[in-house]
């Protein structure tokens, strides 16, 4: 680091002093700066996060849990929902990791002085600002009525039941917690939350009864500070409450107080959400129940698996040079046929997998290999899309081979050659006509940090645009397929000054109805535009159906 | 520090001065002469763009660029002019804001101690040559963003570090719109020294003292009257030349108005979500990060490099994404830069220079799309 200045990016060492299970996937990293000095001058107001990092897996920004007065004591509450929180949820004592922080405005507690206070909250949102609730509640006397309000989905989701518990004991305080929806069945190991009730004030006017239908309820504080009593399916269940209904509390006025985030107040986000949430997660991925490996006592297995493919993407790996070397320090190579080692019946923590599944054999043997590795992850455009030779899928497969084999009952094939995903659940995915080395050892490198690997799936344009090269669409007319294939080569075509031809397939979002209307009117030939979907990636649902309505288009029979 | 432009008070009033075309070279002689690396424009794959140039022969001379929504082509002019052309895809930014770059490096010790060290800062004297007037005023944005509180080593290292050399732009691309935006097509300081090309030759004035040191290090001589005349008819001139117009300079109310707008879902139909706007647009500075791990887990490199809120992880949040479509991302996009930006910057991120219509591989134009966003109900787009 040159200049007197230290990075306002660089991490802090922090030390996991603490650790507690909320709920199921809901847990809170205490942590403490290992630096003392550094651990002396941090503060941090309520509402304000840390960057939470895990070197070789990656960042999280994470709300500060605890109290400010006690700031070199740092509690985090995390959800286990994506690659690096998941990694986080397997820290204990002892551990180490990188902090920043700390960020954003925090809450504007100082201009609600004087004023009532209404906290609002869904989920985990919670987390954010109980160090506001804290904050206020140890200034009592500068605040008027405090209100906090907290809605959760399902109430194994409602953590920290003994701080609601205690702040509903506050003088003029109100507690609610409500809940969507049904809970889990009985039996699901989660606790029904019941409508306790608050408990009266002193002189307090009994208002009320819960009605069933608020979804409203209270906060539980019954003597033995159990939850206890139904579930709201049950009306008139609550005891006597404050006569206080949510309704008078507008989402504006609400809103007026967290809601400082520099952004105008859009009418969107307090409308209910009209368009389904996309997961990251494809629909053929697995969504990661499975915690990736983590292996103390021996060092992790891998197998490289080959199905129909041309061994190509295995080059990837064997290719790799020095880092081969260095990759079976760490582990056990236990089945790469291209390397050497055989032994197809060995257990896998982690089963790279190169092919198509193009005969019946195939889908018996995928099976069989998925249920001897903990990780499988296909590679390679076969194993992902089907591969080149899933363009049998487009045409009559068994003519074929009777016209062609003189003895076509010889030949075991399916009619046609499909993904790894097809057949059975896989844990990732890596794509591409061939994978790349980097590709590879990327992944590798995250599952042997016990991450899954960076989910890819930025179109080429941005990778090529960061290599600075010119667009050879727009500069030359060049009819790539860049913006809608998925990054992972590097742009390596656009940087020869060649079209993309779309081997590492589709990306998110891709609008391929777009790209090639806009071919197609600067006079690209129709049989021309179905063709480019038709290499390695026609198997891949969203090139097939440009190729199929290409064809269509131009009269081009898509069987030919 | 060489370069006080952006961040330092202009020093000297610009009086121009004639350097004549046949003594272009001298220029870069002094810069080099004054230890500087120097990047320039110069023809490559089709294109012009910025990269290391030690010689007056090697920019594009004789080059123009035709340009239009979705297309770009170079052109021959038949003359001796250098700079007689729009710019291409990238000019200031990746110079500054690294396309990739290192943060940070972490190493884990066999205790499972983690050390963190910051990637260092590169010092070298960088000068730049031909710098267009809408890049000047992105750069002022990005030394805002940048040069805030907590100042961004590297992007401060390389601005203190840069010597601006602009030039008018005489030749404004159809795509451009400059005027409307208050940005060009005229250098009215925030440069060390501004060339003005002229048939024979160019004027040349000095804003900084580093400006008027490589002022002083060239055979100039008084420009005449004429020359003088001739500039100002050019500008002017490139002034008319623009068509294309933002509709206002303050769209923010009417696009924060307009967010359950039909257009933005019209646009999604066309829009690739593929980040080209974003990534050839002088003034946006998203970013994600990544970390490159060693395979045995003792060494890890933070990188950061830019990201687009077109991407999906931009909006990634709690295992969701907040803008799973292309409407919603579009809609961020226009209504951050031409909205957004007045509140965190006081001004539109937007200056003028077109290159998002341009390099759009389906030839989406923002003005039109800001002015159809914003003309009041039942009106089209502004012609």
């Not at chain 1, 579930?231 to 008139?236: E, I, V, Y």
């Not at chain 1, 055989?342 to 099976?367: C, F, H, N, W, Y």
């Not at chain 1, 940090?449 to 090269?469: D, F, H, I, T, Y």
């Not at chain 2, 038949?78 to 291409?88: E, I, K, L, T, V």
């Amino acid at each position: 680091m040159t200049g007197p200045a230290r990075s306002p990016y660089l991490p802090w060492e922090a030390e996991v002093v603490g650790r507690s299970q909320e709920t199921r996937d809901l847990f809170t990293l205490r942590l403490r700066l290992t630096n003392r000095g550094e651990r002396e001058r941090y503060t941090f107001a309520p509402g304000q996060f840390n960057m939470l990092h895990l070197p070789g897996v990656g960042g999280v920004p994470i709300s500060i849990a605890s109290d400010p007065a006690q700031s070199e004591i740092l509690d985090h509450t995390i959800r286990a929902v994506g690659r690096v929180t998941r990694v986080l949820a397997e820290l204990a004592p002892g551990n180490r990791l990188g902090l920043r922080g700390p960020y954003g405005r925090g809450w504007p507690l100082r201009e609600a002085q004087g004023r009532d206070l209404v906290v609002i909250t869904g989920g985990l949102g919670c987390a954010p600002v109980v160090a506001a609730i804290a904050y206020a509640v140890q200034r009592r006397d500068r605040f008027r009525r405090l209100v906090i309000l907290q809605g959760v989905k399902h109430s194994a989701d409602m953590i920290w039941r003994s701080r609601y518990d205690a702040w509903a004991r506050l003088p003029d305080t109100e507690v609610r917690l409500a809940r969507q929806g049904l809970d889990r069945p009985q039996g699901s190991g989660h606790r029904a939350l019941g409508p306790g009730p608050l408990r009266p004030r002193p002189g307090h006017r009994p208002g009320v009864r819960a009605r069933a239908d608020d979804g409203c309820q209270r906060a539980p504080s019954d003597r033995a500070g159990r939850s206890r009593g139904p579930n709201l399916a049950q009306p008139g269940a609550g005891l006597p409450v404050r006569r206080r209904p949510l309704r008078p509390l507008s989402a504006r006025a609400l809103l007026r107080l967290p809601g400082r985030t520099g952004l105008p107040l859009r009418r969107d986000r307090l409308a209910p959400r009209r368009q389904g949430v996309l997961a990251l997660t494809s629909p053929v991925t697995r969504p990661m129940p499975m915690r990736p490996p983590k292996i103390a006592s021996r060092k992790p297995r891998l197998a490289v698996h080959k199905f129909s493919s041309c061994d190509g993407c295995q080059l990837a790996l064997l290719n790799a040079g020095e880092n081969l070397l260095a990759l079976a320090e760490i582990v056990d190579i236990v089945h790469f046929a291209e390397a050497g080692v055989v032994d197809e019946e060995a257990e896998a923590d982690i089963s790279l997998v190169e092919g198509s599944i193009s005969t019946p054999q195939e889908i018996e043997r995928v099976k069989a290999v998925r249920a001897r590795s903990r990780w499988l992850i296909p590679i390679g455009a076969c194993g992902t899309a089907g591969g080149p030779q899933a363009l049998r899928n487009l045409a009559d497969a068994p003519a074929w081979i009777a016209a062609v084999y003189p003895h076509p009952e010889h030949i075991s094939a399916l009619p046609t050659a499909t993904a790894i995903a097809r057949h059975v659940p896989v844990d990732a995915e890596l794509p591409g006509c061939p994978v790349n080395t980097r590709q590879v050892l990327a992944a590798l490198s995250s599952l042997l940090l016990g991450a899954s690997p960076v989910e890819e799936n930025e179109k080429v344009c941005v990778a090529c645009k960061r290599k600075g090269q010119v667009c050879v669409l727009v500069a030359k007319g060049e009819p790539c397929l860049g913006p809608v294939t998925v990054t992972g080569c590097g742009a390596l075509c656009p940087g020869l000054g060649r079209d993309c031809y779309g081997c590492y397939g589709p990306a998110e979002n891709p609008n391929v109805d777009s790209l090639t209307g806009w071919l197609s009117a600067r006079g690209m030939d129709t049989e021309a535009i179905a063709r480019r979907f038709q290499y390695q990636q026609s198997g891949a649902p969203v090139f097939r159906e440009a190729f199929v309505q290409w064809s269509k288009r131009g009269g081009h029979d898509s069987g030919d | 520090m060489p370069s006080a432009a952006g961040h330092g008070a202009i020093v000297m009033k610009a009086r121009p001065r004639f350097l004549p075309r046949e003594a272009l070279q001298s220029l870069f002689e002094a810069l080099a002469a004054g230890g500087y690396r120097c990047v320039g424009p110069q023809v490559r794959d089709g294109a012009i763009v910025y990269a290391d140039l030690s010689d007056a022969s090697a920019l594009p001379v004789g080059f123009g660029a035709r340009q239009a929504p979705g297309e770009y082509r170079l052109e021959e002019r038949g003359d001796q002019r250098c700079f007689a052309w729009a710019n291409g895809p990238q000019a200031l930014k990746p110079l500054l804001f690294r396309p990739q770059e290192p943060l940070w490096q972490a190493r884990r010790g066999a205790d499972g101690r983690i050390q963190f060290e910051s990637a260092a800062a590169p010092r070298e004297r960088r000068a730049v040559i031909s710098v267009r007037a809408c890049d000047l005023a992105a750069l002022a944005l990005h030394d805002k963003h940048f040069l805030h509180k907590e100042r961004d080593p590297w992007y401060a290292a390389r601005r203190a570090d840069l010597l601006l050399i602009a030039v008018d732009c005489s030749h404004p691309a159809d795509t451009c719109f400059c005027v409307s935006t208050g940005d060009g097509p005229a250098v009215e300081g925030e440069t060390d020294l501004a060339l003005t090309e002229l048939d024979r030759g160019f004027l040349v004035r000095a804003y900084t003292a580093e400006g008027a040191a490589l002022r002083d290090a060239l055979p100039l001589r008084e420009a005449t009257p004429e020359e003088l005349d001739e500039a100002e008819a050019q500008i002017a001139q490139a002034r008319q030349s623009q068509t294309r117009r933002m509709p206002d300079r303050n769209l923010r109310d009417a696009l924060f108005a307009n967010l359950d707008h039909p257009r933005w879902a019209e646009v999604a139909e066309r829009c690739l979500s593929c980040g080209n706007c974003v990534a050839v647009c002088p003034t946006c500075f998203c970013h994600t990060e990544r970390d490159l791990g060693a395979l045995d887990g003792t060494a890890s490199t933070h990188l950061r490099r830019w990201d687009s809120c077109f991407s999906a992880e931009h909006s990634y949040l709690h295992g969701r994404l907040l803008r799973p479509d292309t409407r919603t991302r579009y809609r961020q996009w226009l209504t951050h830069k031409l909205g957004g930006w007045h509140d965190q910057y006081g001004r539109s991120g937007c200056v003028g220079c077109g290159r998002c219509i341009t390099w759009c591989p389906v030839g989406i134009d923002l003005t039109e799309e800001a002015a159809a966003v914003c003309a009041p109900s039942g009106e089209g787009p502004v012609p």
